[in-house]
């Protein structure tokens, strides 16, 4: 068979504007960027703290990579595991007040390697239908019968865990903060769920470490005394590097790092990615002014929109804001034109999102003014025929 039916599929991509197209986007100062040439403020980033550029952070992880090499040369089991990936597990450990740490890759083979070391055939998988596509894959894999519950429907949740009581283990599966609806779950009600079910609780904090909670920790601080808690986080987003992690038990940690493929079968993280991370960790610790001010930025931002009749998803204060607009040809357009008066908001299509729910999203990050925002919405409102239906 030749590869001619991939020109077919890519002009069908085309003709509904869901061909996705690489961009050449070089960081600035101030949460800025350009992107293909054009300077723009980046409503794109997943750097809410802006730590991703700071001088402290890129010296250590100069530092880490004079020290350790630029690779890490195998995986973390065989000799990959070098002294300051042992300092950044034990880092993380003490950082989210659990026994133990765990690093990976990345968030999303964290997240596929852990739920196939917690699940198999014998069990069954609980899935929030607005889950992350890591968490999907990983429930796919896992062998475990797979069950989506409606987005935070604990009713549901509570009927399919019902069905499932035979099963040898039960596993929920949930963001803490959802990527592309900016919304938060019910942390307390899952906990008391999952307790009162005997089940494993899995909680993806990826956009939420670093952002939420009195430590930073993410939006698990207010359920830690959970037994079957399983934490996991990634190192690129709020803290600016590369990787992901799972904290929890000694015996947890334990279990996956003999289990968990994806650890096993992949070269640990750079030096590089486990210096920065550790300073980030560091400025997260001591300094709350960042998440306080991605925040406040949020309400800020929200409010002005809302100001001006755009209506937005999300909690009042999370840092992904988007503006669903429904048509996937007018939300690029939108898109095109915002990005012509300098601001870079990703369009996000199906199949990311559900048909008919295009949306703007905008990532806002702690080195964002306020003028920036005020700009922004005039801008945004001065789109004239392109608006929200
Ligand atoms: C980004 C993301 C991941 C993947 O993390 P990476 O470190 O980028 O691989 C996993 N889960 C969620 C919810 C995410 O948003």
């Known amino acids: 068979m ?3 039916w991939i020109a077919d599929e890519l002009h069908r991509l085309d003709a509904n504007e869901l ?8 960081p600035l100062p101030g949460g800025r960027c350009r992107v293909d040439g054009a300077l723009c403020v980046n409503f794109a980033s997943n750097d809410y703290l802006g730590l991703a550029n ?3 952070v890129i010296a250590a992880a100069v530092r880490a990579s004079e020290l ?6 195998a995986s973390a089991l065989v000799s990959g595991r070098t002294p300051i990936h042992a300092m950044l597990e034990t880092e993380l450990a003490r950082f989210e007040e659990t026994e133990a740490a765990l690093l990976f890759p990345s968030g999303f083979a964290a997240n596929v390697g852990v739920i196939g070391s917690l699940v198999d055939e014998s069990d069954v998988v609980l899935c929030d239908r607005l889950n992350h596509a890591s968490l999907i894959d990983g429930c796919r894999l896992s062998g475990a019968r797979f069950r989506v519950y ?3 429907d604990l009713e549901q949740l509570a009927r399919e865990l019902d069905k499932a009581r035979d099963a040898r283990r039960r596993l929920i599966v949930t963001d803490s903060l959802f990527s592309m609806d900016g919304d938060i779950a019910p942390m307390r009600e899952l906990a008391e769920l999952a307790d009162r079910t005997e089940s494993m609780l899995l909680v993806d904090e990826a956009h939420a470490t670093g952002v939420y909670g009195e430590q930073g920790t993410g939006l698990c601080e207010e359920i830690s005394q959970l037994r079957g808690l399983v934490r ?13 992690f799972l904290a929890g038990t000694r015996d947890l940690i334990e279990w996956v790092r003999n289990t968990a493929r994806t650890q096993m079968f992949s070269t640990a993280l750079t030096p590089a990615a486990c210096g920065a991370a550790l300073e980030s960790l560091q400025i997260i610790r001591t300094d709350t002014s960042r998440r306080d001010r991605v925040r406040e930025n949020s309400r800020q931002l929200r409010a002005r929109l809302q100001a001006r009749n755009w209506s937005t998803l999300g909690a009042p204060d999370s840092p992904i804001i988007p503006i669903v607009v429904g048509d996937p040809q007018q939300t690029v357009a939108m898109s095109q034109r915002l990005l012509s008066q300098g601001f870079f908001v990703p369009a996000i299509r199906p199949p990311t999102v559900p048909q008919g729910t295009s949306r703007l999203r905008i990532s806002l990050s702690a080195l964002h003014f306020g003028a920036d925002l005020d700009r922004f919405c005039e801008c945004l409102s001065s789109l004239g025929d392109l608006k929200q239906p």
């Open 150 to 152: 409606g987005h935070c």
């Open 2 to 4: 030749s590869l001619d």
């Open 232 to 244: 996991i986080g990634t190192l690129s987003k709020a803290i600016g590097s590369q990787g992901g």
């Open 68 to 73: 350790y090499g630029a690779g890490a040369q």
């Open 19 to 26: 061909r996705r197209h690489p961009r050449n986007c070089e």
């Open 54 to 56: 700071d001088p402290r």
